[in-house]
């Protein structure tokens, strides 16, 4: 492992020999995200976390990655994140039922600080690899609009890991058939180290979640 994260160790203490591929298959093609084997953000995990939300939903918000939270409870933004983001969607006039959640990658990775998980981005390899499970959510039909939340999730919604976050504020973004609007992540907004960061932030979201719904709602109407 490469990560900073606890090896798993033998019955007497020793590391385990694990090759470092041997458990990972980039060309995996598999049916259940439970038994993706795409990158060696799996072993680490507590499970998979899919994404959630209303079957036909014309606005899909995508996240970096689940949260400690989130793994351990298998869902997407149940942690103060998802709090966030639900007051937001609140805000913007939407529900989180009335939309679709997810993320750019599946799996937690984290380091170990004592006994805390702490986040770590993911590696582009990673959110290369977990792209066969973005596409496919994105792919339906019901999707006009797609919310990038930060910049991890706008690589992944482009497919560009040159995209910048910085960039792409306040304008709409074309993705086949779909747009793409990008914004901070919900993290972003309670971690910034003094209030009006953290108000302008939070604003911020508000005002994509908002464009999206007028973005989806201009869709409908044609
Ligand atoms: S992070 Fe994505 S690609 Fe990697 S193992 Fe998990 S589901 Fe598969």
């Not at 049916?31 to 036909?56: F, I, S």
């Not at 290369?128 to 019901?142: N, R, T, V």
């Not at 747009?179 to 939070?202: E, G, I, Q």
């Amino acid at each position: 492992m490469t990560d900073g994260q606890p090896k798993k160790r033998t019955r007497d203490g020793a590391r385990a020999q694990q090759p470092e591929q041997a458990d990972v298959d980039p060309a995996q093609q598999p049916a259940k995200l439970d038994d993706c084997r795409r990158c060696a953000l799996w072993r680490n995990a507590t499970q998979a976390v899919p994404g959630e939300g209303q079957r036909h939903a014309a606005i899909v918000l995508v996240g970096e990655q689940p949260g400690d939270m989130e793994d351990l409870q298998g869902k997407p933004f149940v942690g103060p994140a998802g709090a966030l983001l639900d007051k937001a969607l609140a805000e913007a006039g939407l529900k989180r039922h009335d939309v679709y959640v997810t993320n750019a990658v599946k799996h937690f990775k984290w380091i170990a600080r004592g006994k805390r998980r702490l986040h770590k981005t993911p590696a582009q390899r990673e959110v290369d690899a977990c792209s066969y499970w973005l596409e496919q959510e994105l792919a339906k039909p019901d999707v006009q609009v797609v919310v990038a939340l930060g910049a991890t999730a706008l690589k992944a919604v482009l497919d560009d890991s040159h995209a910048r976050l910085q960039d792409a504020f306040d304008k709409t973004i074309e993705r086949g058939n779909q747009r793409v609007v990008a914004t901070y992540h919900p993290s972003f907004a309670l971690r910034a180290p003094d209030p009006d960061t953290r108000r302008n932030v939070y604003e911020k979201i508000v005002a994509a979640l908002q464009t999206a719904q007028k973005l989806a709602l201009e869709r409908k109407a044609r």
